[in-house]
């Protein structure tokens, strides 16, 4: 009988041998709205084995706009964003809190949360007992939270001197995402995911020492919560992050979603395969707007000879967004299945 995506999933995550390499494709409004026949033969191809749980948030009265259109969004936290782009998110221009000081101002979002917390628990419950898919929720994003509401340039100055206030205001963001997840833990999803980008092109964002003493408590708050509850723990991180997978490694992320072009994939396959789940992803810089598919083609060669084992370990994964190239994305999947294919008939 063959697995299921949540057998799948679950076996790749374990090392177990998955009856074939697990799939998740990302993609923006952008990608449907512009591209819609290739997302439907995508998802038709190539459907993803992660699902998400049903949807039991409560309405903001903060919220004003819509992320994903031209102008402005006001989210559930007040963070001001300006669109410029279609089927794109926006950037904050404009900080919600201009001087730390007052960080006491800004209220988390505790009004969202399930207002009756069973019935929402077995709302989520039966979606996950109706699909055969791996379904993850989340997620705490404690960092980009802090940047949305203070600008980026405030926030990275901010975390140079904490006790000017960052430490207090990153410890109720935290506080609100602990709530979020204790919610979480508590219902059949398989896993709970969090993310922050913490990468630049070729280095980490803030110094790794400053990383460790703010963010890495939060991180494995997020993970002991997750595994004491039999949950598994994702993570996503953009950018040049391998000063800390060992970190991540150490606090028990099960799968991380990075941007392993921007990283010597030598060196994180050396340390690192067989410890954790790569869960994707191929380069969106170069390879995916690409016109030649072969570049597709070959990037997932370059992954595969590096991270692939049939026992698992790996997530074909990968963000199809502005700027991307329909039939290069296709080739993607398309070589990821062949690379399982070859595979399958040197070990058959």
Not at 195 to 222: C, H, S, T, V
Not at 233 to 238: A, E, G, K, N, Y
Request: include cysteine.
């Amino acid at each position: 009988m063959p697995q299921t995506s949540r057998e799948i999933m679950t076996r790749c995550l374990k090392f177990e041998h998955p009856e074939r390499m697990p799939r998740d494709l990302w993609a923006l409004p952008w990608a449907d709205w512009t591209f819609p026949e290739t997302m439907a033969r995508l998802r038709g191809r190539f459907p993803s084995d992660i699902g998400g749980p049903a949807y039991v948030y409560q309405p903001s009265p903060r919220v004003q706009g819509d992320p994903y259109r031209i102008g402005t969004y006001v989210d559930e936290w007040g963070a001001i964003f300006t669109n410029i782009q279609a089927g794109m998110i926006g950037e904050v221009r404009t900080p919600a809190l201009a001087d730390i000081k007052d960080w006491r101002q800004i209220t988390p979002p505790y009004e969202i949360l399930p207002e009756d917390p069973l019935k929402a628990r077995d709302a989520v419950n039966r979606s996950c007992a109706a699909s055969e898919k791996f379904i993850l929720a989340g997620c705490p994003r404690p960092w980009e939270r802090y940047q949305f509401l203070r600008g980026s340039e405030n926030a990275m100055l901010d975390i140079m001197e904490p006790e000017c206030g960052a430490e207090g205001f990153l410890q109720a963001i935290h506080n609100f995402y602990l709530t979020e997840m204790e919610f979480w833990v508590t219902t059949d999803v398989d896993a709970i995911a969090f993310m922050d980008d913490w990468g630049a092109q070729n280095q980490l964002l803030i110094p790794p020492r400053i990383w460790r003493e703010l963010f890495k408590p939060l991180y494995k708050d997020y993970c002991d919560l997750a595994h004491s509850n039999g949950k598994f723990i994702f993570m996503h991180s953009d950018g040049h992050i391998s000063e800390i997978y060992e970190d991540l490694v150490e606090i028990g992320v099960d799968a991380i979603n990075s941007q392993l072009f921007c990283m010597d994939m030598a060196d994180l396959s050396h340390r690192f395969k067989g410890k954790i789940a790569f869960w994707g992803e191929i380069d969106r810089q170069h390879v995916i707007p690409s016109p030649d598919p072969q570049m597709g083609r070959n990037a997932v060669r370059e992954v595969a000879r590096h991270f692939y084992d049939p026992a698992g370990g790996v997530i074909a994964q990968f963000e199809f967004s502005a700027g991307g190239n329909p039939d290069t994305v296709l080739a993607i999947f398309e070589e990821w299945e062949a690379v399982q294919a070859e595979a399958g008939r040197q070990t058959g």
